[in-house]
């Protein structure tokens, strides 16, 4: 019996980590050592020319011709900009002819930018959930490990890739091999694709005490309308002193500043993500003022809102260069 070759191609910008071609390979590699008849092979394509003198990864320079390949996963670790035109043909070609297209954690803005996940759901990492809803909204963003809509599969990033593939290996080749490579590879469980990114409140927090995880959650709800100490405190059904010396025992502050910190940080990720003006961001992080906002940053950050989100496009500016022919 003739066993029928599976090709699967990454194709992957330089900002790609040698983690995930690693996860993927070795993935892949399992599942033809336990089973020869799956006949899968791995693909490397490079999007653009390698800079920097770090890991040397695989692959060649993409030519714009994506004959050969079955399943064609775009890989990136940090947001693109733009994508060309000869991409978007290629990929429009390759899903007429019935291919499935994937992307891997930041491998969903190249689709995203030319309308291919809209209407579709895309798993989109926690850290880029705001600004890939802004920007793309006609894509169904998603705080999903993986989402698997049609002939669109996209992973959030890390591990999941890992995920996404016994996922694959399941539907295509039952679970029994998935379960193997799984054993093979000593990973406790098959996650499913529509499990949450974020890791439970009490591993982040690194307590499990009941009122600490209440009143952590409580805060985590209202970062546009903050409650007082004493509201949260009669939430979770303590006193204020006795909020006050958990929060001092097991995160070393007390609550107040736990969530000015909760609040400064989710205000940062906003800066740096989406377009929305710094008053904008502000009140929508629970300060009264623009220089109240202003102030409280400054004083945690070492910059004023405005400094940072500067400094930060600037380095994206820089990072952006080509190096290369880009995509």
């Known amino acids: 019996m003739t066993t029928i070759t599976q090709r699967i191609g990454l194709l992957y910008w330089s900002c790609t980590r040698p983690l995930t071609l690693a996860l993927a390979e070795e993935a892949v590699q399992q599942a033809c050592r336990l089973h020869p008849d799956a006949g899968y092979e791995l693909v490397y394509l490079k999007a653009e020319a ?11 320079i993409w030519e714009g011709r994506l004959e050969g390949c079955q399943r064609l996963f775009l890989i990136a670790d940090e947001p693109q900009r733009h994508t060309s035109q000869a991409l978007g043909s290629a990929l429009k070609h390759f899903l007429r002819a019935g291919g499935l297209v994937g992307a891997i954690s930041a491998g969903v803005y190249p689709l995203a930018h030319l309308g291919l996940l809209d209407g579709y759901r895309a798993a989109v990492h926690w850290r880029w959930h705001d600004d890939f809803t802004e920007r793309f909204p006609k894509a169904i963003t998603t705080s999903h490990l993986f989402d698997w809509d049609r002939d669109r599969l996209t992973a959030s990033g890390g591990l999941t890739v890992l995920d996404m593939l016994l996922a694959l290996l399941a539907r295509e080749q039952g679970a029994e091999l998935a379960g193997a490579v799984s054993e093979e590879l000593v990973v406790e469980r098959i996650r499913e694709g ?20 209440q009143a952590v959650l409580l805060m985590e709800a209202n970062i546009e309308e903050p409650l007082t100490t004493d509201e949260i405190a009669q939430h979770v059904c303590v006193s204020r002193r006795q909020l006050e010396r958990i929060f001092k025992q097991y995160l070393n502050r007390v609550p107040s500043q736990y969530y000015l910190e909760l609040r400064l940080n989710k205000a940062r990720q906003l800066l740096m993500q989406t377009s929305k003006s710094i008053i904008q961001i502000g009140l929508s992080c629970g300060f009264s003022s623009g220089p109240h906002f202003s102030s409280a940053y400054r004083n945690f950050f070492g910059a004023t809102p405005r400094e940072d989100r500067n400094l930060h496009r600037e380095g994206a500016a820089f990072d952006s260069r080509p190096a290369g022919r880009q995509l």
């Open 194 to 213: 529509s499990e949450r990114q974020r890791i439970p409140l009490q591993n982040r927090i690194g307590s499990s005490h009941p009122k600490l995880t």
């Open 50 to 60: 390698p800079t920097g003198t770090g890991w040397r990864l695989p692959g060649e």
